[in-house]
Nanobody, 126 residues
Framework: QLQLVESGGGMVQPGGTLRLACVVSGPGLQYFGIGWFRQAPGKNREGVSCITGSGKTTHYGDSVKGRFTITRDSAKNTVYLQMNNLKSEDTGVYYC???????????????????WGEGTQVTVSS
């Protein structure tokens, strides 16, 4: 059983930065692809970014390319999402998800995650 805990959310002004963290407890992180997703009120969950178990391949949603960066620290069993130049449309609850397999996140953002965290709120407002 895998457990994921997100942190780092908060309220920032447009143009600000936040770094989210997803701490994974359970089997080795290297066996799981990890994705970040977000959901705004009244909208469907949107894929933000994804990273393979090896950390060698990453993908980003079109709306965040060039502004967000996903990384992973295997020693800390943690995946980070650095968010720069935040916009009001980035507001939402951010979730991390995990799925076992070397192919996960290899060809794009994989929505079929098996494990989910409870989310962390990000609010971008002036």
């Amino acid at each position: 059983q895998l457990q994921l805990v997100e942190s780092g959310g908060g309220m920032v002004q447009p143009g600000g930065t936040l770094r989210l963290a997803c701490v994974v407890s359970g089997p080795g992180l290297q066996y799981f692809g990890i994705g970040w997703f977000r959901q705004a009120p009244g909208k469907n969950r949107e894929g933000v970014s994804c990273i393979t178990g090896s950390g060698k391949t990453t993908h980003y949603g079109d709306s965040v390319k060039g502004r967000f960066t996903i990384t992973r620290d295997s020693a800390k069993n943690t995946v980070y999402l650095q968010m720069n130049n935040l916009k009001s449309e980035d507001t939402g609850v951010y979730y991390c998800g995990a799925k076992s397999g070397g192919y996960v996140c290899l060809n794009g953002i994989d929505y079929g995650m098996d494990y989910w965290g409870e989310g962390t709120q990000v609010t971008v407002s002036s």
